[in-house]
């Protein structure tokens, strides 16, 4: 079985760096992504790399943080990364790793397109 855990979560201040890690134990997948989720709200994405069969790395990014955040995918190593920089208090929340079979007409940003989802890291911005 297929499993994801996440590290690297913390507490920083605003306008700070966080890279989180996210190691998986399988390769049935072709994309790792990145959803968080805060106190008394959805979760919702944040980032996804996408590899599809072929060596060739596509990412998608929410609105809220493109610029800031970038994700990228170790492949010996079977890793994916979130480099999060210049970071709000609203960027406050548990970030879960989580790892799916998806194509270029998928919603990236729809939880259940995901199979796999780590337990979660906590990422707290102090203002």
């Known amino acids: 079985q297929v499993q994801l855990a996440e590290s690297g979560g913390g507490l920083v201040q605003t306008g700070g760096s966080l890279t989180l890690s996210c190691t998986a134990s399988?390769?049935?997948?072709?994309?790792m992504g990145w959803f968080r989720q805060a106190p008394g709200k959805n979760r919702e994405f944040v980032a996804a790399i996408n590899w599809g069969d072929g060596p060739t790395y596509v990412t998608h990014f929410a609105d809220s943080v493109k610029g800031r955040f970038t994700i990228s995918r170790d492949y010996v190593k079977n890793m994916a990364y979130l480099q999060m920089s210049s970071l709000k208090p609203e960027d406050t929340a548990i970030y879960f790793c989580?790892?799916?079979?998806?194509?270029?007409?998928?919603?990236?940003?729809?939880?259940?397109?995901?199979?796999?989802w780590g337990q979660g890291t906590q990422v707290t911005v102090s203002s």
């Open positions: 399988g390769r049935t997948f072709n994309t």
């Open positions: 989580t790892g799916g079979r998806l194509d270029s007409n998928s919603d990236y940003a729809r939880p259940t397109m995901y199979n796999l």
